[in-house]
Each structure stands twice: as C-alpha cells, then as structure tokens.
Nanobody, 124 residues
Framework: QVQLVESGGGLVQAGGSLRLSCAAS????????MGWFRQAPGKQREFIAG????????LYEDSVKGRFTISRDNAKNTVYLQMNGLKPEETAVYYC?????????????????WGQGTQVTISS
C-alpha cells in the first residue's frame, strides 16, 4: 500500500501561483492513478484534477481548467499540481489520493489512499 505526503502549500496573494507536490512511498507508484482534491472549511471535499498511471491522460474540474496543471514523475514517485491564477475562494486543504484502477475518478470514494493534506491560503 502506497503512502502519500503532500507539500508545497502556503500563503499566496490572489493571482499568484503555487506548486504542490505529493511524494509516494511504500508501493509501486506507477501502478496508481492519482488525483488532487481540496476541502474548504464547512464544505465537502471536491475533485480538482486527476492523472493516469503513465501520465498520458488527465482530467480537470471545470473551474481550474487552463489555470491548474497536474503532472507526475514516476522516476521520482511524485505527482504535482501547478496552480496559477489562484483565487481567495480556493483557500482549502489540498489532498492527493491514489487508486489502483487506471481510470481517473472524480469521486472521493474512488480513491483508497490519501495524504494528510497541505494548507493553501489565498489572500485578497
């Protein structure tokens, strides 16, 4: 079972950028499709982006298309989320998640392994 650790969160001004990383260990990273989710206070966890095992296919939630980019480096056992044009309403804890079925799922229950999350705060 792979373990996941997110990093790269922090405080940034509106319009700024951050790159989140999610490092995997304890399993064969390339056997997992990966997803990024976020959860704001008082709200449900929501899908942001996903990527298949090889990186050949990606999927984005509509509101982040054109601003966020998901990528992965299987040699480094890491998945990334490049976030540009950040908005204050995108303040949340950001989580990465892994699933063994090589189809991107937008559902929380579609993923069996989660990281602990990293806080992203966007000031106006």
């Amino acid at each position: 079972q792979v373990q996941l650790v997110e990093s790269g969160g922090g405080l940034v001004q509106a319009g700024g950028s951050l790159r989140l990383s999610c490092a995997a260990s304890g399993g064969t990273f390339s056997n997992y499709a990966m997803g990024w989710f976020r959860q704001a206070p008082g709200k449900q966890r929501e899908f942001i982006a996903g990527i298949t095992r090889s990186g050949g296919s990606t999927l984005y939630e509509d509101s982040v298309k054109g601003r966020f980019t998901i990528s992965r480096d299987n040699a480094k056992n890491t998945v990334y989320l490049q976030m540009n044009g950040l908005k204050p309403e995108e303040t949340a804890v950001y989580y990465c998640a892994a699933r063994q079925i090589n189809i991107i799922s937008t559902r929380v229950l579609g993923y069996g392994t989660w990281g602990q999350g990293t806080q992203v705060t966007i000031s106006s």
